[in-house]
């Protein structure tokens, strides 16, 4: 069975702006396309949709939330969603 379409489409979380159009005329397309990068990227935070992480972060906090790969970064259990806790022996635990 194929996913819906909506499935299919990498989530975007973070936006850096593209460099804007030299050409006056080209504002109005340049300023349509950005408006929908970060319209997607709080789609994604508004349904809090996390991108598999294949790194370990290398400067964790306490609370922090990631969705670990299981292959490059496997901090424990495999592939899954784990939550940094420093309570004077900081691990990665699995949610």
Request: zero cysteines; hydrophobic letters at 30%.
């Amino acid at each position: 069975m194929a996913n819906a379409p909506s499935k299919n489409i990498k989530s975007v979380n973070r936006w850096s702006p593209n460099p804007a159009p030299v050409n006056p005329e080209d504002l109005p397309d340049y300023l349509f396309n950005e408006l929908n990068r970060l319209g997607d990227i709080l789609f994604n935070l508004d349904t809090f949709r996390l991108e598999p992480t294949n790194v370990a972060p290398t400067k964790p906090r306490d609370g922090d939330i990631r969705y670990a790969d299981g292959t490059n970064w496997n901090p424990g259990s495999g592939q899954g969603i784990y939550a940094y806790i420093d309570d004077g022996s900081p691990s990665w635990e699995k949610l």
